[in-house]
């Protein structure tokens, strides 16, 4: 939002400054010094009554707090013949709506920037044409063409075309990722280099970019509880303030005198600057890939002492890898790796692909499979050269080889009594045999993580998750966790954060599956993956990383502690200074005109102090 919208939504600011001026302009003028006092007072009348009209129709609302103040300074001035107080007063408290519009539209400029770049058209391809779209149109299963240096429009999967797409304004990565077919594509990110032929796998209005966008107008339109907490406090001095009136009267007898009390203590936008601290933190974290849900959660965020981990896909990677490859004969693992996923190239399974992956960082030399033939979730079979490969499952690669090499099959029998958790199995009719066991890893940020929550003040971290307790075990004991569980249920989940909660732990859950959805919703704050989960595990969460990163939380928190701590010095700095200028002004040191001017000064630096909760100074 630029000055003039804000300007043409409330003029009153503007016209009372015009006013202002206006009255100040006689003195270098042959004009009679009266006239003055005539234009300030016209001035007061025509915006100062629109002003108190409002309040008025709030308090038959049953809206009581330190607008009545404002609205009692600005008929004061008019009964006293104080014009020029009162149109500070009216400048004050308009200015200061005007300034807080300004404050969220610039704490807003994230998310308006990311409607602004939202993808708009689209290339849909029937029978080989080519033609332009809305973006608002495009159907799951639609094929559509993302030339270089457009923006995907749409949550899709490669169909064909190799490139790098840009995903930094949606994950803060700044690494583009690959693309090639087979890969998920998320919309709003950029194609850089290739033309891509990509299949929608959701509308436009449910994909990603849209469910961000959505995820931060909610989060802003949210009224938290610090702000009611301002209601709060606006209601208690508003009273405190007409007992310093009562008291100014009964001491001097003198009806100036109190309207300097009444214009030094018109808080209004100083109870505005807790809002702006709440929406500058919430869009800080939007620019860090950390949705925030809410105000209230931004409020809980900063309270939290105690964090609770589901185990896979959030302590580890979520996605199986190449832990050791077990050769059984003279064969090297590289060459072994060779073999596999020369044949697993034709196959599409996940394991398949980890395969590939691992002998593609490995430096295996692949060549291209013929004859293949795969038994999906099995295995799968094929040439390479002239020698026959079987990769998969223990049975299906003994299967392959029961009569055509029953003593390779013997032997893999003998290899697979040693064997436990996820693997696969390559063999060749040359005499290769070899076994590839895959495992979850652990995260590498993990230590970086767990010492910053501990610098933080974090009391405790737990482990829960649905695995098998000795494999929940072994990762606890990797990190460092002292307390875990595992072959837990999700209801179980729940049971164990609430007790968390029920013995005063403020308690921080961060998952990132489904069975996780119904813990986050019961800890004072869950933290979602959005790398992993989706759905029902975004809703549940107060706050979502859109960066599969869970090192982020520590900055999450710091952001909530530091938004909040601006907000209550706001509110604090404030209604301090106010209460010292109404002493001053009840024992006649300050006037009426004097008075608006000083809390004029206060309310804007402590709006201005809030707005530091958008940015990354302390």
Known sequence: MRWSSIVRSNPLPLLALGFLLAGALPPVLPVPSPWRDRVWLIGLVLTGLPVAWRTFRGLLRGEFAADVVAM??????????????GLVVVLMQTGGE?????????????????????????????????????????????????????????????LSGTSHVDTS???????????????????????QEGALTVRAVRRSQESQYARIVDLVRSAQASKSPLQRTADRWAIWFTPLTLAACGMAWLVSQDWTRVLAVLVVATPCPLILAAPVAIIGGINRAAKRAIIVRSGSALEALSRVDTAVF????????????????????????????????AVEQGSGHLLARVIVAEADARGAPLEIATRLVEAPGRGITGLVGEEFVAVGAPDFVHEQFMTR??????????????????????????????????????????????RALEALGFRDAELLSGDKQANVQAIADAVGIRHFAGDLSAEQKVQRVAALERSGRRVL????????????????????????????????????LLVDDPSRIPEAVEIGRRSLAIARQSIAV????????????????????????????????????????????R
Do not use: W
């Open 310 to 341: 589901d185990k896979t896909g959030t302590l580890t990677v979520g996605r199986p890898r190449v832990h050791r490859v077990v050769v059984a004969d003279g064969a090297t693992e590289l060459e072994v790796l060779a073999r596999a996923a």
């Open 509 to 544: 859950m961060v998952g990132d599956g489904t069975n996780d959805a119904p813990a986050l919703s019961t800890a004072t704050v869950g933290v979602a993956l959005a790398g992993h989960g989706g759905g029902v595990v975004a809703e549940a969460a107060d706050i979502v």
């Open 574 to 617: 404030g209604l301090g200074l106010s209460l010292v200028g109404m002493g001053f002004a009840a024992v006649g040191l300050l006037t009426p005109v004097a008075g608006a001017l000083i809390q004029e000064a206060i309310d804007v630096a402590v709006i201005l102090n809030a707005l530091r909760a958008a940015g990354g100074s």
């Open 72 to 85: 009692l300074a600005i008929l004061g001035a008019v009964l006293l013949q104080q014009p020029l107080a």
């Open 169 to 191: 304004r949606l994950t803060g990565e700044p690494v583009p990722i690959r693309a090639s077919p087979g890969a998920s594509l998320m919309s709003g990110s950029v194609n």
């Open 405 to 450: 090499q029953p003593t390779l099959a013997a032997a893999l029998v003998a290899m697979e009594r040693d064997s436990t958790g996820l693997r696969a199995y390559i063999a060749t009719d040359g005499g290769m045999l070899a076994r590839v066991e895959f495992a979850d890893e652990l995260r590498t940020e993990l230590a970086p993580m767990f």
């Open 98 to 158: 005007a300034l807080d519009a300004y404050a969220v539209a610039r704490a807003s400029s994230a998310v308006e920037a990311l409607e602004a770049d939202a993808p708009r058209t689209a290339h849909r391809v029937v029978d080989g044409r080519v033609t332009d779209i809305d973006a608002g149109v495009i159907d799951p299963g639609d094929e559509l063409l993302v030339r270089p240096g457009e923006l995907v429009p749409c949550d899709g999967v490669v």
